[in-house]
């Protein structure tokens, strides 16, 4: 029996990959552009991706807000499951991380389909009120601390019925500690506490293990 350790969960995480994703240039460009500009490796896995891109085409979203763009790599998964005439409007703080996201998504096809706007997302939320019909699936990927804010506007921006995902929930198990000095883990404990009492969400969440280390995803339903 393999051990559970960092090394075989992403041995593991890379052949479900490849089985079930397979080679992806547009995928694999957006990475290396993404290391060649000197951002942060902290897009999501493939086999997350994939699942993004699988809930927006059961919840059969038109409108799609993801609240942290880095290089494009989720948006291209995101945007690629719209139907005609579908959108994703994207926030990222960082300009030149959004320059890289662009082109990103302009080599894969999708320029038309993706908004980014460029701005810290608690400046740039306001502006999309009555900017468009409500969204349809919300993905949430920022700073943690934030977290409780998205969720407040996600559930301002999202109709009723839409999926909000909100990425990186495990923080290596460190949720389970209220004494926890590390404001990224208290960000994420406040916001699945939130995600358990506002009535306006119907949440569960699960832990992953792969390529990202012990992680997690929590996924809601805004009530209608």
């Not at 090394?7 to 990475?31: C, K, M, Q, S």
């Not at 809930?55 to 998964?77: F, K, M, N």
């Not at 926890?180 to 916001?191: K, L």
């Amino acid at each position: 029996m393999a051990e559970p350790t960092l090394e075989n969960w992403t041995a593991a995480d890379r052949w479900l990959a490849d089985v079930l994703i397979g080679p992806d240039p547009a995928l694999d460009a957006a990475i290396a552009a993404q290391q060649a500009a000197g951002m942060p490796g902290i897009e999501v896995a493939p086999v997350s991706g994939k699942l993004l891109h699988l809930l927006v085409r059961i919840s059969g979203a038109r409108r799609v807000l993801e609240i942290g763009t880095l290089g494009g790599y989720s948006t291209i998964w995101l945007a690629r499951a719209l139907p005609d005439g579908g959108q994703v409007v994207t926030i990222e703080a960082e300009p030149a991380h959004a320059e890289v996201a662009r082109s990103n998504l302009a080599r894969a096809g999708l320029a038309d389909r993706v908004d980014v706007r460029v701005g810290g997302a608690l400046d740039v939320l306001p502006t999309l009120e009555g900017d468009g019909e409500p969204f349809d699936l919300v993905f949430i990927d920022a700073d943690k601390e934030s977290n409780t804010a998205y969720l407040d506007w996600a559930a301002r921006l999202g109709r009723p019925g839409a999926v909000v995902v909100v990425d990186n929930i495990g923080r290596e198990g460190e949720i389970v500690r209220d004494d926890s000095e590390d404001p990224m883990v208290q960000g994420t404990r406040a916001a699945l506490a939130m995600l358990g009492s506002d009535p306006r969400f119907d949440a569960t969440a699960l832990q992953t293990v792969g390529i990202k280390g012990w992680d997690g995803v929590a996924i809601a339903v805004l009530a209608g």
